[in-house]
Protein backbone atom coordinates (compact mmCIF):
# COMPACT_ATOMS: atom_id res chain seq x y z
CA UNK A 1 0.00 0.00 0.00
CA UNK A 2 1.49 3.35 -1.18
CA UNK A 3 1.79 6.84 0.98
CA UNK A 4 -0.99 7.90 -0.57
CA UNK A 5 -3.25 5.46 0.12
CA UNK A 6 -2.46 5.63 4.04
CA UNK A 7 -2.57 9.15 3.85
CA UNK A 8 -6.17 9.08 2.16
CA UNK A 9 -7.78 6.35 4.64
CA UNK A 10 -6.13 8.15 7.74
CA UNK A 11 -8.15 11.39 6.63
CA UNK A 12 -10.70 9.76 5.81
CA UNK A 13 -10.94 8.22 9.22
CA UNK A 14 -9.97 11.51 10.82
CA UNK A 15 -12.85 13.91 8.89
CA UNK A 16 -15.48 11.03 10.46
CA UNK A 17 -14.43 11.74 13.68
CA UNK A 18 -15.20 15.72 12.54
CA UNK A 19 -18.47 13.87 11.53
CA UNK A 20 -19.97 10.96 13.39
CA UNK A 21 -19.28 10.67 16.83
CA UNK A 22 -18.25 13.70 18.23
CA UNK A 23 -21.70 14.95 16.84
CA UNK A 24 -23.15 12.34 17.75
CA UNK A 25 -22.40 12.39 21.88
CA UNK A 26 -21.59 16.52 21.85
CA UNK A 27 -25.16 17.30 19.71
CA UNK A 28 -25.33 19.49 17.55
CA UNK A 29 -27.16 22.68 18.25
CA UNK A 30 -28.49 23.77 15.05
CA UNK A 31 -32.04 22.79 14.54
CA UNK A 32 -31.24 22.31 10.90
CA UNK A 33 -28.39 21.11 8.42
CA UNK A 34 -25.68 23.28 7.54
CA UNK A 35 -26.19 24.71 3.97
CA UNK A 36 -25.03 21.43 0.93
CA UNK A 37 -23.59 22.45 -2.57
CA UNK A 38 -25.92 22.33 -5.06
CA UNK A 39 -25.64 20.08 -8.42
CA UNK A 40 -24.56 23.68 -10.38
CA UNK A 41 -21.59 23.57 -8.18
CA UNK A 42 -19.92 20.06 -8.93
CA UNK A 43 -17.78 18.83 -12.27
CA UNK A 44 -19.37 18.23 -14.94
CA UNK A 45 -21.02 14.62 -15.01
CA UNK A 46 -17.43 12.37 -16.17
CA UNK A 47 -15.36 15.50 -15.34
CA UNK A 48 -12.02 14.91 -13.43
CA UNK A 49 -10.35 17.24 -10.94
CA UNK A 50 -8.11 19.08 -12.43
CA UNK A 51 -6.37 22.87 -12.07
CA UNK A 52 -8.85 25.74 -14.25
CA UNK A 53 -7.74 28.06 -16.22
CA UNK A 54 -4.89 30.51 -14.70
CA UNK A 55 -2.88 27.64 -12.34
CA UNK A 56 0.26 29.21 -10.67
CA UNK A 57 3.25 28.01 -10.89
CA UNK A 58 3.52 26.14 -7.22
CA UNK A 59 5.51 27.50 -4.24
CA UNK A 60 7.96 26.29 -1.86
CA UNK A 61 6.61 24.42 0.79
CA UNK A 62 5.77 26.64 3.95
CA UNK A 63 3.39 26.00 6.89
CA UNK A 64 -0.21 27.90 6.57
CA UNK A 65 -1.37 30.08 9.76
CA UNK A 66 -5.02 31.56 8.50
CA UNK A 67 -7.14 30.92 6.05
CA UNK A 68 -9.71 33.41 4.38
CA UNK A 69 -12.58 32.82 2.28
CA UNK A 70 -14.67 36.17 1.65
CA UNK A 71 -17.42 35.00 0.03
CA UNK A 72 -18.82 32.93 3.36
CA UNK A 73 -16.92 34.81 5.68
CA UNK A 74 -14.06 32.78 6.93
CA UNK A 75 -11.35 34.58 8.33
CA UNK A 76 -9.90 31.78 10.92
CA UNK A 77 -6.34 30.58 12.44
CA UNK A 78 -4.53 27.36 10.74
CA UNK A 79 -3.26 24.36 12.91
CA UNK A 80 -1.33 21.57 11.88
CA UNK A 81 -3.07 18.20 12.38
CA UNK A 82 -0.91 14.80 13.37
CA UNK A 83 -1.85 11.12 12.94
CA UNK A 84 -3.32 9.73 15.96
CA UNK A 85 -2.54 6.62 18.10
CA UNK A 86 -5.08 4.59 15.99
CA UNK A 87 -3.56 5.78 12.79
CA UNK A 88 -6.52 8.04 12.33
CA UNK A 89 -6.14 12.17 11.59
CA UNK A 90 -6.63 14.37 14.90
CA UNK A 91 -9.27 16.44 14.31
CA UNK A 92 -8.97 20.10 14.96
CA UNK A 93 -9.87 21.33 18.76
CA UNK A 94 -13.06 20.98 19.48
CA UNK A 95 -12.85 24.34 21.81
CA UNK A 96 -12.60 26.22 18.95
CA UNK A 97 -15.18 27.00 16.31
CA UNK A 98 -13.40 29.64 14.33
CA UNK A 99 -10.13 27.18 13.77
CA UNK A 100 -9.08 24.76 10.60
CA UNK A 101 -6.16 21.92 10.53
CA UNK A 102 -4.32 20.95 7.68
CA UNK A 103 -2.72 17.74 7.64
CA UNK A 104 1.44 18.52 8.37
CA UNK A 105 2.88 15.94 7.30
CA UNK A 106 1.40 16.10 3.71
CA UNK A 107 1.20 18.75 1.36
CA UNK A 108 1.60 22.69 2.53
CA UNK A 109 -1.16 24.44 1.06
CA UNK A 110 0.63 26.79 -2.13
CA UNK A 111 3.06 23.81 -2.65
CA UNK A 112 3.11 21.31 -5.34
CA UNK A 113 0.16 18.27 -4.66
CA UNK A 114 -2.94 17.84 -2.88
CA UNK A 115 -3.22 20.17 0.47
CA UNK A 116 -5.91 19.21 2.81
CA UNK A 117 -7.79 21.54 5.09
CA UNK A 118 -10.13 20.73 7.10
CA UNK A 119 -12.66 22.52 10.10
CA UNK A 120 -15.88 21.90 12.08
CA UNK A 121 -19.73 22.34 10.63
CA UNK A 122 -21.10 23.34 13.78
CA UNK A 123 -20.89 21.93 17.63
CA UNK A 124 -23.20 22.18 20.62
CA UNK A 125 -23.00 26.34 20.47
CA UNK A 126 -23.85 26.51 17.28
CA UNK A 127 -21.88 26.66 13.82
CA UNK A 128 -18.89 26.78 13.62
CA UNK A 129 -15.63 27.70 10.98
CA UNK A 130 -16.68 25.42 7.95
CA UNK A 131 -20.68 25.82 8.81
CA UNK A 132 -21.38 27.84 5.23
CA UNK A 133 -18.83 25.40 3.33
CA UNK A 134 -21.65 23.84 1.20
CA UNK A 135 -22.38 27.37 0.12
CA UNK A 136 -19.43 28.30 -1.57
CA UNK A 137 -19.46 29.47 -5.48
CA UNK A 138 -17.44 28.09 -8.53
CA UNK A 139 -14.90 30.41 -9.03
CA UNK A 140 -14.70 31.77 -5.06
CA UNK A 141 -11.29 33.11 -3.88
CA UNK A 142 -9.33 30.66 -1.25
CA UNK A 143 -6.06 33.03 0.72
CA UNK A 144 -4.11 31.24 2.70
CA UNK A 145 -1.51 33.15 4.59
CA UNK A 146 1.83 31.08 5.15
CA UNK A 147 4.95 31.26 7.68
CA UNK A 148 6.80 32.53 4.77
CA UNK A 149 5.37 35.75 4.09
CA UNK A 150 3.58 35.02 1.17
CA UNK A 151 -0.22 34.27 0.29
CA UNK A 152 -1.53 31.59 -1.51
CA UNK A 153 -4.55 32.42 -3.73
CA UNK A 154 -6.86 29.60 -5.30
CA UNK A 155 -9.61 29.66 -7.34
CA UNK A 156 -12.58 27.21 -6.51
CA UNK A 157 -13.27 24.34 -9.47
CA UNK A 158 -16.02 22.47 -7.70
CA UNK A 159 -18.01 21.90 -4.33
CA UNK A 160 -19.27 18.06 -4.28
CA UNK A 161 -20.95 16.01 -1.54
CA UNK A 162 -20.60 12.59 -0.78
CA UNK A 163 -21.90 10.10 2.01
CA UNK A 164 -19.64 8.44 3.93
CA UNK A 165 -20.32 4.60 2.21
CA UNK A 166 -19.16 6.06 -1.34
CA UNK A 167 -16.32 8.60 -0.35
CA UNK A 168 -13.80 8.87 -3.50
CA UNK A 169 -10.55 8.81 -1.70
CA UNK A 170 -8.45 8.88 -4.88
CA UNK A 171 -10.31 11.83 -6.97
CA UNK A 172 -10.12 13.80 -3.16
CA UNK A 173 -6.81 12.69 -2.19
CA UNK A 174 -5.08 12.33 -5.08
CA UNK A 175 -1.72 13.66 -6.61
CA UNK A 176 -2.02 16.35 -8.75
CA UNK A 177 1.32 17.96 -10.86
CA UNK A 178 0.09 21.40 -9.73
CA UNK A 179 -0.38 23.33 -6.26
CA UNK A 180 -4.27 22.13 -5.64
CA UNK A 181 -6.35 22.51 -2.09
CA UNK A 182 -9.59 20.74 -0.95
CA UNK A 183 -11.61 22.05 1.88
CA UNK A 184 -13.30 19.43 4.18
CA UNK A 185 -16.01 19.50 6.32
CA UNK A 186 -19.06 17.26 7.59
CA UNK A 187 -22.08 17.31 4.86
CA UNK A 188 -24.73 15.01 3.34
CA UNK A 189 -27.40 13.52 5.10
CA UNK A 190 -28.11 14.90 8.56
CA UNK A 191 -30.33 13.97 11.89
CA UNK A 192 -30.19 15.33 15.20
CA UNK A 193 -29.75 11.88 16.32
CA UNK A 194 -27.22 10.95 14.11
CA UNK A 195 -25.50 13.66 12.98
CA UNK A 196 -23.54 14.05 9.42
CA UNK A 197 -23.27 11.23 7.32
CA UNK A 198 -21.15 12.18 4.90
CA UNK A 199 -18.82 15.22 3.71
CA UNK A 200 -18.31 18.41 1.70
CA UNK A 201 -15.44 19.07 -0.10
CA UNK A 202 -14.20 21.82 -2.49
CA UNK A 203 -11.58 21.59 -4.62
CA UNK A 204 -9.44 24.82 -5.53
CA UNK A 205 -6.52 25.39 -7.50
CA UNK A 206 -3.35 28.09 -6.96
CA UNK A 207 -3.59 31.11 -9.06
CA UNK A 208 -1.88 33.87 -7.55
CA UNK A 209 0.49 34.29 -4.96
CA UNK A 210 1.04 37.71 -2.57
Known amino acids: MDRTTLRARA ?12 LIHQGAAVETAAPQPSGAEAFTAGAQPRPGTGAAR ?6 PVRIRIPGIGVDAPMTGL ?12 AGDRNLTGWYEDGTPPGARGTAVVAGHVDDAQGPSVFYSLGSLKKGAEVEIDRRDGRTAVFSVDAVE ?16 PDASLRLITCGGGYTRETGYQ ?3 VAFAHLTGVR
Open 82 to 93: GLGPDGSLDAPP
Open 161 to 176: VYENDAFPDKRVYGPT
Open 198 to 200: GNV
Open 58 to 63: PLRPSV
Open 11 to 22: WLTGIAALCGAW
